[in-house]
Each structure stands twice: as structure tokens, then as C-alpha cells.
T-cell receptor, first 115, second 116 residues
């Protein structure tokens, strides 16, 4: 079982809706990530939080708004999405390491459909 | 140019046999890390194995081993004694010194199917 928990597992929303994706980890990790993954494609990095501060924003449209309320929680607020935003959204966490062997632990994802 | 290349979109292997999934990478850094992740149909990405560029020994984790050939810039994953539960998408990934410390670059993936 994954130690990174994402809710909900599935979400269908209209283009005018506001919804939030949630991610929680209790491994004491201080880096948390949002990835977007289209079917049969590799994950694409969206945001990285390091010590609860946003450290990477990969030019993601403003209709996606991340939030890291504390070291265990990560949210992704969604507003006015487009059908092309339909994808699997993966959360991950990692222990902040010096070096290259920082392993990411992923959740099972939220499958988002925008109608 | 692609940083990580996985040339096998799909692979089939008979149960209990070994299979090699190919991965080549492109970097001008001397220090970097290479990873393999497994993604079953359930969606979760599962860490399998890690190889550092300065590690002299090939990494092994149970039935997984990484065939690291630095001069060829290849980091192939070898799965021994395949099981039906090994059927999944497999991604090779790299972290470089010159990139963001938190960023992994993923390859396009290989869909492995284990046949009974």
C-alpha cells in the first residue's frame, strides 16, 4: 500500500466548477510534488514544494493553484479547467537529500475528467 | 535531444523468464542518478532501483538489477524470473547536477506484458 494518500481517486468536473485534489503523507518527507500524466505518457512535473515553500512551478496555467498547508499535506485547487486538462494527477513526496538518490514516493493518483 | 530514451514501447515475456528493458540517457554532467519506476494499471508509480553515476557496482534489488554501462550511457533494467504481477509500464528516469535538485526527467516508458 502506498504511503502517499490521494483523494479523490476519480473526479468529474465541468469547466466552470471549482474543486480540490488532496494529498497526504506521514513519512516525514519535506518535499512534495504534483505531476500531470496523460495516458501512455510519462509524468510531467507541475509544482514542487520544499519545506512548505513553492520551489518549482513549471509554467503551469493559473487555473491550477497549489497549496501546502503543512509538511504532511498538499492540495491542488482547480478552477475553470479545460477538457485538455483531463489526466491522471499524481502526488509524490521525498526526503530532501544532498546528492542524487532522492527517491520519490508516489500516490495512486486522481483520475480527472473535465467535461 | 531526448534526455532519456526508451526504445521499446511494448515488450512481451513468458512467465519465469528474464527480460531486459532498455534505457539510454544523455547528459554532459559527471554526476547524476538513474532510476527505474514501475506503474501498474492502478496508477501508482513504484520506485524499483537506483544507480548513481559513481557507483562501481551495478545496483540490485531482489529480482531487479540495473545493467549500468557508463561509457555507452545506458542503464537497462533486468527483471529475472518474471511474474504475472510484473505486467506494467516501466519508466527510466534521471536526475542531473545541472538540473533542478528536485527534478526527475522521465523516459517515454515501456509497457511490459508477462504471458502465462
Amino acid at each position: 500500500d502506498t504511503e502517499v494518500t490521494q483523494t479523490p481517486k476519480h473526479l468529474v468536473m465541468g469547466m466552470t466548477n471549482k474543486k480540490s485534489l488532496k494529498c497526504e503523507q506521514h513519512m516525514g518527507h519535506r518535499a512534495m510534488y504534483w505531476y500531470k500524466q496523460k495516458a501512455k505518457k510519462p509524468p510531467e512535473l507541475m509544482f514542487v514544494y520544499s519545506y512548505e515553500k513553492l520551489s518549482i512551478n513549471e509554467s503551469v496555467p493559473s487555473r491550477f493553484s497549489p497549496e501546502c498547508p503543512n509538511s504532511s499535506l498538499l492540495n491542488l485547487h482547480l478552477h475553470a479547467l479545460q477538457p485538455e486538462d483531463s489526466a491522471l494527477y499524481l502526488c509524490a513526496s521525498s526526503q530532501v537529500e544532498i546528492g542524487f538518490n532522492e527517491k520519490l514516493f508516489f500516490g495512486s493518483g486522481t483520475q480527472l475528467s473535465v467535461l | 535531444a531526448q534526455k532519456i530514451t526508451q526504445t521499446q514501447p511494448g515488450m512481451f515475456v513468458q512467465e519465469k523468464e528474464a527480460v531486459t528493458l532498455d534505457c539510454t540517457y544523455d547528459t554532459s554532467d559527471q554526476s547524476y542518478g538513474l532510476f527505474w519506476y514501475k506503474q501498474p494499471s492502478s496508477g501508482e508509480m513504484i520506485f524499483l532501483i537506483y544507480q548513481g553515476s559513481y557507483d562501481e557496482q551495478n545496483a540490485t534489488e531482489g529480482r531487479y538489477s540495473l545493467n549500468f554501462q557508463k561509457a555507452r550511457k545506458s542503464a537497462n533494467l533486468v527483471i529475472s524470473a518474471s511474474q504475472l504481477g510484473d505486467s506494467a509500464m516501466y519508466f527510466c528516469a534521471m536526475r542531473e547536477l545541472s538540473g533542478s535538485a528536485r527534478q526527475l526527467t522521465f523516459g517515454s516508458g515501456t509497457q511490459l506484458t508477462v504471458l502465462p
